[in-house]
Structures are given as C-alpha cells and as structure tokens.
C-alpha cells in the first residue's frame, strides 16, 4: 500500500474517531509537501471542518496528533494554517520502495469490464495536403492522452476522422488532371500524401496568378473572385462528386489511396496509431439526416430559403447554421453524423476531441446539439482545447507551401542526434548495428518530449536545436538518465541484483528520491484529471534530474556495505522502471545505452 492510501486511511479513521463523521479514504488525497515546508506530504483539512466545527489549525492539530499516535508510519507534523504537513520515519521508506518494486504497474489502474470506455479523437487530417508539425502535436497529444487515460482505469478507443471530401480536395484533384502528366507516387518515388501536398499548393499559385491577372484588367477582388475559371472548376468538380459521377469518384479514390498510404507511414513512424478511423465522406449524410430528424420533433427550424438552423439563444450563443439552402452539409453537421456512427459501434461513456483552440466555439455548439439530439455523453464531452505551435518566422501556411512538414521535421530531428553524437562522450558503446536505431529514439524522443512538456493550453514556440540537448529539461537528458542506471544494473553482480538487501536507514537524498518515485502514482492521477502529458513529462525530467544528483552525491558499485550497495542498486532500478513507465505514456522509447 502506498504512503498516500496508508495516510488516507489513517485520515479517515482520524476524522470519525475525533469527529463521529464518516469520511471516504479514496477521496482523501495527500499530496507532496511544497518544497519551501517541513515535511513530506501534506493533508487539506478544509473538507473536515463541518464535522470538526473548529478553525483550520485547530482540526489539522488534533488530527495530526492523532496520525502520530496511530499511524506508525508518522515520525512528526506541522501545521500551516488548513495544511498539515506530515513527516514520514527515514526507517519507513525503505518499505515504501520494497512496495513499489514489487508491483510492475504501481501507478497504473488495472482495466476490467466494468471500466467506463473513453473515445479519444485525434489526428483529423486534410486529404490534400501531408501532416505537418501542427498536426506533430496534436497526434502525440491525443496518443499520450490515450494512454494516460487506460493507466487511469479507463478503456479507450483511439479515433481518428479524416477529412476526405471539399473543396479542398477538388483543388489538388483539378490541378494534378491539369498539370500532373499522370504522375503518381510509384513513378516519382515521391510519397502520396506529399505529391496530393504539391498539387494543392501549384492549384493556389495558379488561382492567385489568374486573380492577379483579372485584377489587373480592372477588376476588384471580389470580381475576380467570381470570375476565376479555376475555381469555377473546382467547384463544378465538387458538383459532380457529390452527385456520384463515377470518373470524378474513381480519381478521387486513386489520390485519396495515394494520401492514405503517406499518412500510414508518418503514423507509423511517428508511434501514434487508431483503433478506428472514419471519414467525412461517409458521415456527412448520417449528420443531414439526423439534422432532418431534429427538423421534424421540432429541436431546429427552417429558414425561407430553405436552410436549416438550430436556435441556441437559451444557451447564451446566436443561431447556427446546420445545413444550406441547397441542401448540403457544413463542419457541424458532419460532425453530428460522425458522432451519430460512433454511439452506434460503440457504447462511449465519454468523448473527448482533441482539436485546437480555435475551435473552442465549434465544439462548445457541438455540445449542446449532441445533448438535444439524445447522445447521452453529448453534454459533458471534453474538447480537449490545446495551443498552436508557432515557429520562429511566424506561423504556418499550408496553400502557400510554408508548413513545416513531419516526415521532414523526424528526418531533421534525427540528423541533429547524429550531429551532436559526434561528440566523443556520446553514445559510448553502442554497438554500430544498434546506432541508427539509438538515434532514431533520441530524435524523436527529442521531438516528442519538447511539445509535450508544454502544457497543452498554450502556444508554443518549437525550436528542434534547443529540444535536442543532452543537458536541461529535455527528452534525450531523461533517455540518458535511463541508460545510465541501465549501465550501473549491468555491471552490477549477479548476487547484487538478486540478493535481498537488509533494511537500511535511508539518507535525506536517498528519501527524496524513493518520495519522488512514490509520487509517480499522485502525477498519473492528476495527469488524467487535468487532461495534461505535460504533468507526466515534467515529472520524469525532476525524477531524472533527483536520480542524477543522488548518483554523484551517493557511491552505488563501490558501496563497501552490502545491504547499502544493494538497497541503492534496488532503488536505481525502480527508478528506471519508473522513466520508463512514464515515458512510455508520452509515447517515448528508451535506449538501453547511449
């Protein structure tokens, strides 16, 4: 039992024999003493004062007297207004270790069959263009979310929904039928989704050449708009597939196929993967006839021109479109048609959509239609609302071909790990067969780390250079501390690794260390409640950064006192154990060796 449930347990107990009051343990929930206070975890005691009926300091007073005289694991408390601050016997922790290593998922929640089932959405990219590195976050964001939540006791369906049909795609198809000479992947060795990516861009330079030259015959914008012969085309390319016109459909399915596979490769690369994924060509029918079900119980209304709209003024927002006057979808209604397929193969609890921020709008309407539409997890579904990522140039600009592509960011990422292990202190003894296969998870590790140590709300500024750094708060530091214990366990004895270690007193910097892995539970929680990798991954970095301050403070291989050598050998593993744990949550590999 962990030092947070054994304190819980004696709190409660606390509560009702000085009180008479009945508190749940499991919502009892010490957490770390803050540094700048004695002590090493602290109880809220603001929940308590209606049984107690006395001030903050008094009932934390009486209850720590009572933890002292009850709990064994208790050396002394203090008390800071509501906050009592309880210092563990240094005998105790060696225990709390010894729990820890004998449990290979402590800090995880088992699944069962009763486990509420979670739907994660993820990934949602355009078929007309290949992932770039906005899409980098919001993949391993929703990857790492996914695997936050099953260690959390849930079970999770990893989603992903591809935007497939638009005008968007009719750009890439009428440009590759005007200027393409039937080029494909095979025959340009160039990958799908990067070839559809290159057309898009070549319809935008044309459309705006033809803008310019109508412009220039005397024409405003607007005019110029609506004379554009190019997207007069587009458009009467969009016409005829939605009207099923089997010669539009069959390149639409040829170059979609081409995209697919690039994007399977980038998936795959990148360590993100779904468990289903849908399309918008075939959900934005289900949405317009859910819309029209909506229309007939009288939870939206029709305009005169014949569009269909949802009144949310009772909800503090304005009217909003659900489908056109002539009858064809928009975003909204999609999505209600995604949602619709999805309650159907699945018996979702709750939905969670990882989408930028700037959709905040969008998914706060999505919400109050799904509830009136009867999706009972309509109402409490998260949008999962995180930052863009911005470069030091300024931002992104996918028609304009100024994206910063992610099969080329991996490529960069992990050219720069090859460039910085040119260093002779590096990757010392890595065999030659392993070395790619190390700098590959010390890029990308690089990459993912730096994007989600961010907390997900905010914007942020990606700098690969800075993310690759063996030194600071980075990913390759934390893989480094990993190898290193992994180093230190193999030349350790045979003896030394199975023999059981006596108990030992700990020293302070052994128990800040053995407190940190503990706290490896509270960070899971907390991670889970609060939606943020970004709590797991700076975590691990301060587990990383306390192991290696214990390592130069502390001999472990030449510790003359056995048990000592032993218990330091125990709790190097468990801490690597724990790295390891931790970033396999952010979707991080770790080397054995570097």
Not at 81 to 97: E, P, R, S
Not at 242 to 250: A, C, F, L, T, Y
Not at 344 to 358: A, F, H
């Amino acid at each position: 039992m962990s030092i947070e449930k054994i304190l819980a347990n004696a709190t409660a107990h606390a509560v009702r024999d000085l009180y008479g009051a009945e508190f749940d343990a499991q919502k009892i929930e010490p957490q770390p003493t803050r540094k700048e206070f004695e002590g090493n975890e602290t109880i809220v005691v603001f929940p308590f004062l209606r049984a107690s009926r006395k001030a903050p300091e008094a009932t934390a007073r009486e209850i720590g007297e009572h933890l002292l005289a009850h709990c064994p694991a208790v050396e002394k408390f203090n008390v800071i207004k509501g906050f009592l601050n309880i210092t563990i016997k240094a005998t105790y922790w060696g225990d709390v270790l010894q729990a820890i290593d004998a449990n290979p998922d402590y800090g995880f929640k088992p699944v069962t069959p009763e486990s509420p089932l979670v739907m994660i959405e993820y990934s949602s990219p355009n078929t007309n263009k290949p992932l770039h590195l906005g899409h980098v976050r919001n993949n391993l964001l929703g990857f790492s979310l996914a695997r936050i939540t099953q260690a959390n006791g849930n079970k999770v369906v990893k989603t992903n929904i591809v935007n497939d049909r638009g005008i968007h795609i009719c750009k890439s198809m009428l440009a590759w039928q005007k200027w393409g000479n039937g080029v494909t992947p095979e025959n340009s060795g160039k990958k799908g989704d990067h070839l559809i990516g290159d057309f898009y861009v070549l319809f935008d330079k044309n459309y705006k050449a033809e803008l310019h030259q109508l412009m220039d015959s005397g024409l405003s914008e607007e005019e110029a708009e609506k004379q554009s012969s190019l997207m007069r085309e587009a458009r009467a390319m969009l016409k005829k597939w939605e009207d099923g016109d089997e010669q539009v459909r069959s390149l639409w399915r040829m170059m979609n196929s081409w995209v697919y596979a690039g994007f399977d490769e980038t998936y795959k690369r990148l360590g993100v993967s779904f468990d289903k994924i849908y399309y918008e060509s075939e959900t934005y029918l289900e949405g317009k006839q859910k819309v029209l079900e909506g229309l007939d119980k009288g939870l939206f209304y029709r305009k005169d021109d014949g569009s269909v709209w949802a009144d949310l003024t009772d909800a503090g927002l304005d009217h909003k479109l659900l489908l056109r006057s002539d009858g064809t979808s928009v975003y909204m209604t999609q999505d209600i048609g995604t949602a619709k397929l999805r309650f159907e193969d699945y018996p979702i609890d709750k939905m969670i959509y990882v989408v930028g921020n700037e959709q905040n709008y969008h998914f706060q309407v999505l919400s109050i239609l799904l509830h009136r539409l009867g999706f009972k997890w309509g109402k409490d579904l998260i949008h999962f609302s995180y930052g863009m990522v911005e470069l030091p140039n300024g931002k992104m600009k996918s028609r304009e071909g100024t994206v910063v592509d992610a099969d080329e960011l991996m490529d960069e990422m992990i050219e720069t790990a090859r460039k910085m292990s040119d260093d002779p202190t590096r990757l010392v003894g890595v065999p030659d067969e392993e070395r790619d296969d190390v700098l590959s998870k010390i890029g990308l590790g690089a990459l993912k780390y730096f994007i989600l140590k961010v907390d997900p709300r905010k914007n942020m500024l990606f700098n690969p250079r800075e993310s690759i750094d063996f030194n600071g708060n980075t990913g390759p530091f934390i893989q480094y501390t990993y190898a290193r214990i992994q180093s230190v366990l193999r030349k350790a004895t045979p003896t030394d690794l199975a023999a059981e270690a006596q108990p030992v007193v700990p020293s302070e910097k052994e128990i800040s260390l053995i407190q940190r892995v503990a706290d490896f539970e509270a960070c899971v929680r907390d991670a889970g409640n609060s939606y943020s990798p970004a709590l797991v991954a700076n975590y691990v970095y301060d587990l990383a950064k306390e192991y290696n301050q214990f390592y130069h403070d502390h001999s472990i291989l030449r510790e003359e006192n056995d048990d000592v050598r032993r218990f330091r050998l125990r709790l190097s593993r468990v801490v690597a154990d724990i790295i390891k744990r931790g970033l396999w949550l952010l979707g991080i590999e770790v080397p054995e060796r570097m």
